[in-house]
């Protein structure tokens, strides 16, 4: 017999004519967007991998920005939500269609596999807890596997040392975390996380070196604020007159490009403490 939340989730698909096949949900709508996005950004494989990236996230310039996309459903199911985004969910998927696009690659499927691969633990969606939740966790996992480099410590950046603890201090905030079994899961995490050494190059410290990040370098924003990571992430794009912006999902309410350089840019963040710089090495590694 069916679950109450089941019965609820196949009647979502049915009212908004989302799609679904096993674990993956998505609109009509996406696969527009995704064919979109293909359509516009071609021709990138013979450029570098990081103009691949900032071509594929211009295209998405003027999205929404949407919270809490990948929190409305349990259990865990990979999402699919092109229409509206948040920080992380931006560089997902502009990681992997800018990656794909370099590669020449553009079906849907190997979409939603390297999609996968890039947001859970070893590539392999399995539960709540599988999913890389912390920043620094997602660079450290998608480093293992040969997807990106931190590149902070040669920028300068220094050793960082933080307790990471947020989620399993909050659980309140995250519905998935009322199973003990989840939070246990999340907590040792939160452990090995908190073991970790980081590296951060101070806000102060970016102009100078502006001219050694690339156009698609993924830039993290390090935070103050007690349990956390990282609060806000996207890619560096340099304008045509050399300065160094960033092209995020702003919570200002869409995809944009920062007006003001990222050196200045950062000087209005609240708690930040500088950046993580990290770069992208393709897909199929």
């Not at 071509?55 to 929190?71: D, S």
């Not at 450290?140 to 920028?155: H, Y």
């Not at 990040?213 to 996207?234: C, K, M, P, Q, R």
Request: with cysteine; charged share 25%; glycine share 10%.
């Amino acid at each position: 017999m069916l679950k109450i939340g089941t019965l609820f989730f196949l009647l979502l698909c049915s009212v908004y004519g989302w799609a679904q096949r096993e674990d993956v949900l998505f609109a009509p709508e996406d696969r527009i967007i995704f064919d979109r996005l293909i359509q516009g950004a071609e021709g990138v494989e013979s450029v570098a991998i990081g103009e691949a990236i900032v071509a594929t996230g211009q295209e998405l310039i003027n999205t929404p920005y949407v919270a809490g996309t990948l929190e409305a459903h349990t259990p865990e199911i990979l999402i699919v939500n092109l229409r509206g985004l948040d920080c992380t969910t931006f560089v997902e998927n502009v990681l992997v269609v800018g990656g794909m696009l370099w590669e020449g690659q553009t079906d849907w499927d190997t979409y939603l596999r390297q999609l996968e691969r890039l947001r859970y633990r070893d590539g392999l969606l399995a539960g709540y807890p599988s999913r890389l939740h912390y920043f620094t966790d997602w660079i450290r996992n998608n480093a293992e596997k040969g997807l990106v480099k931190d590149i902070t410590q040669s920028l300068g950046g220094v050793p960082h040392h933080k307790r990471i603890d947020f989620m399993g201090t909050h659980p309140d905030l995250y519905p998935a975390l009322s199973s003990a079994a989840y939070l246990r899961e999340v907590r040792e995490v939160e452990e090995e996380l908190s073991d970790e050494v980081s590296y951060v190059l101070a806000k102060e410290e970016v102009s100078k070196v502006e001219n050694q990040i690339e156009n698609g370098d993924i830039i993290a924003l390090a935070t103050s604020f007690e349990g956390l990571d990282v609060t806000h992430t996207g890619f560096a794009f340099r304008k045509e007159n050399g300065r160094l912006h960033l092209l995020h999902a702003s919570t200002r309410g869409s995809v944009e490009i920062s007006k003001a350089p990222l050196a200045e840019y950062l000087q209005g963040v609240k708690g930040n403490t500088g950046i993580i710089v990290v770069r992208p090495l393709g897909i199929n590694h």
